[in-house]
């Protein structure tokens, strides 16, 4: 006899995950949140359910929602820059143009700065199109707020956002002249690349070196990653699709120790990510699929 429950939930995971990543900016959250969604969803009564993608997606956002405001105060005494952890993507997940942006370091940091309510809004209406009832159940507010709500989001998100979707190839060029600059220590070449106002951020986690408040500026920038990769020796670099786009990965002495991923604006790097907290970088050994 078929396990409903178990099917019906594997069937659903992979959306439930990507559901989860989103609202948290952490694998490992998003791995809790889901097993708490399992534990609740087993103990429904499945025949009664009318709709069990909805209903699983409301458990699971509201869930998310749970975690997310204890992420909020975990936050405020992480050592340093606090980055989404970084998750190596099938290649299915760049051909879907709006997940991977939806997923993107860039965006993913632009999510952070909305209220928990808000990034559950927006990332259930923008990213996965689910209606406005819908999304009032999982977020346990009436249609109309929740159409305000999302009309709010959307423009807090617009003011952040990169101006326009960067195409992977574009990335992939952009990223193998850095990665050419930073290995041959070309100052100028790596000036070329870098936005006026270009910015650093470094997550160690008070594990790792990392610098301690975001580096601003061209110049800066240039010179910080060229001068902290001339102080190391048995480095490597090497391209990998990181949340949807083309990053790099530093190993040192063969070990994966860094994941640097890029914003590109009017075809210039205006932002740089390194995730280098040992904790952040587990699903960094094998790829995460997502879908919508």
Not at 57 to 63: E, G
Not at 98 to 109: H, K
Not at 127 to 156: G, M, T
Not at 236 to 265: C, H, S, W
């Amino acid at each position: 006899m078929p396990d409903v429950a178990t099917d019906t939930f594997v069937s659903h995971r992979n959306l439930l995950f990507t559901i989860a990543y989103e609202m948290l900016g952490s694998a490992a959250d998003a791995e809790d949140v889901l097993q708490e969604t399992w534990l609740k969803w087993a103990g429904v009564e499945h025949d009664i359910v009318e709709n069990h993608r909805a209903y699983l997606v409301r458990i699971v956002t509201r869930q998310a929602l749970s975690r997310l405001r204890t992420l909020g105060r975990r936050k405020e005494s992480y050592v340093g820059s606090w980055l989404p952890e970084p998750l190596l993507t099938a290649p299915d997940v760049a051909e879907d143009v709006e997940l991977a942006d939806s997923v993107s370091m860039a965006m993913m940091l632009v999510l952070e700065t909305l209220t928990p309510t808000e990034r559950a809004v927006f990332v259930l209406r923008e990213v996965f199109d689910l209606d406005y009832e819908e999304i009032a159940s999982a977020v346990d507010k009436n249609p109309a707020a929740v159409r305000q709500i999302a009309h709010r989001a959307r423009s807090h998100v617009a003011a952040r956002r990169p101006r326009e979707v960067v195409t992977q190839a574009e990335t992939r060029k952009v990223l193998a002249a850095f990665q050419r600059a930073t290995e041959t220590g070309d100052l100028q070449a790596l000036l070329n690349l870098l936005a006026p106002d270009v910015v650093f951020l470094g997550d160690g986690g008070g594990v790792k070196q990392a610098v301690a408040r975001p580096v601003v500026g061209a110049s800066k920038v240039a010179r910080m990653l060229l001068g902290g990769l001339m102080k190391v020796t048995d480095w490597e670099m090497e391209a990998a699709q990181v949340n949807g786009y083309p990053a790099l990965i530093f190993k040192f002495e063969g070990e994966l120790d860094t994941v640097v991923a890029l914003r590109i604006d009017n075809g210039l790097i205006s932002g740089l990510y390194a995730v280098r907290n040992p904790a952040k970088l587990s699903h960094m050994a094998q790829e995460t699929t997502l879908r919508r």
